[in-house]
T-cell receptor, first 113, second 112 residues
């Protein structure tokens, strides 16, 4: 089982460049999430999608946009990358929002120079 | 303010030396508490969900318990392969969507 798949695994961007992080899940989950993980800050929620067709801001949404393309796919876009967006990004999915466990992808390590 | 605090930040154990990790939370209404394991360069891997005080879950050498203000992850007779960062996360009843609030994690190193 693939679970949650993220692409790319590594990326280096120059300040001001744009890019999209891709995420797909094959568990037929309704809810999907994007987190960033920084040393000393733990995992913080950027955006989430409770179900296909809906998206909502999390704790740190500034500088990001998301698209829930279909039930399987949830992408994260950086329109104009900044060094402060250097981080490890994780996509996750869960059966539904509320009280069910989330399953995470392997992460994308992004460096903005 | 809702907070999740894990202690200690790091733990060095000898193989076979049992210990406990703490996750304390100050939230107004807990819907669920989750434990994850994270290996270097990988995403968090789900371990347990606890919903109510007094609940316990076990998996191999790991046992998670929950009280009204904290959770413990007990590692019994650990092996080197138990070395990882252990993350605690909570969902509050009032949380919009499924906002998991994570603690900072405890890095566990088990030496042979």
């Amino acid at each position: 089982n693939a679970g949650v798949t993220q692409t790319p695994k590594f990326q280096v961007l120059k300040t001001g460049q744009s890019m999209t992080l891709q995420c797909a899940q094959d568990m037929n989950h309704n809810s999907m999430y994007w987190y960033r993980q920084d040393p000393g800050m733990g995992l913080r929620l950027i955006y989430y999608s409770a179900s296909e067709g809906t998206t909502d801001k999390g704790e740190v949404p500034n500088g990001y946009n998301v698209s829930r393309l279909n039930k399987r796919e949830f992408s994260l876009r950086l329109e104009s990358a900044a060094p402060s967006q250097t981080s490890v990004y994780f996509c996750a999915s869960s059966e539904r929002t509320g009280s069910t466990e989330a399953f995470f992808g392997q992460g994308t390590r992004l460096t903005v120079v | 303010e809702d907070q999740v605090t894990q202690s200690p930040e790091a733990l060095r154990l000898q193989e076979g030396e049992s210990s406990s990790l703490n996750c304390s939370y100050t939230v107004s209404g807990l819907r669920g508490l989750f434990w994850y394991r994270q290996d270097p360069g990988k995403g968090p891997e789900f371990l347990f969900t606890l919903y109510s005080a007094g609940e316990e879950k076990e998996k191999e050498r790991l046992k998670a318990t929950l009280t009204k203000k904290e959770s413990f992850l007990h590692i019994t007779a650990p092996k080197p392969e138990d070395s990882a960062t252990y993350l605690c996360a909570v969902i509050m009843i009032k949380a919009a969507g499924n906002k998991l609030t994570f603690g900072g994690g405890t890095r566990v190193l088990v030496k042979p």
